[in-house]
């Protein structure tokens, strides 16, 4: 199996997207030395810088680890694997299989996410809605 590389910077524009944050939003949130543009060139970065990933995972309220090591394939691979209560999911790591097994309801911990993720975005239209007005 080959080893596939993460894509930091994808994985930032995912969890952004997921959670319904413009990039000019998060642009804002960083600060006034960021733009829409520049969040559009971080998102192509493969590596990014632990001080700006650090801030990025503060603002988006997901954990660093979350941005450093999500890998869709393997997601949707174990989630498809989990649908019921004995389900082992199978995965490769450095070369050796590795096997999990399911303590907990996929789907609860999927309803979990969602809810959370709508609460930040709620979270983030109260902010813009003050910084509106706020002009």
């Not at 559009?40 to 941005?67: M, Y």
Request: hydrophobic share 40%; aromatic share 6%; proline share 1%.
């Amino acid at each position: 199996m080959t080893d596939k590389k993460i894509h930091q910077g994808r994985n930032i524009k995912r969890f952004r997207e997921m959670l319904g944050i413009k990039q000019e939003v998060l642009a804002y949130e960083l600060g006034e030395d960021w733009n829409q543009k520049k969040i559009s060139l971080l998102e192509q970065k493969e590596l990014i810088e632990n001080d700006i990933l650090d801030q990025v995972a503060k603002i988006l309220k997901v954990p660093v680890q979350a941005i450093e090591n999500f890998d869709e394939d393997s997601a949707i691979n174990i989630i498809a694997s989990t649908f019921h209560d004995s389900a082992v999911a199978n995965t490769f790591k450095d070369g050796a299989q590795a096997n999990f097994n399911c303590t907990f309801n996929p789907l609860d911990k999927m309803v979990e996410l969602y809810e959370r993720m709508l609460q930040q975005q709620q979270e983030m239209i109260d902010k813009l809605e003050k910084l509106i007005q706020a002009k």
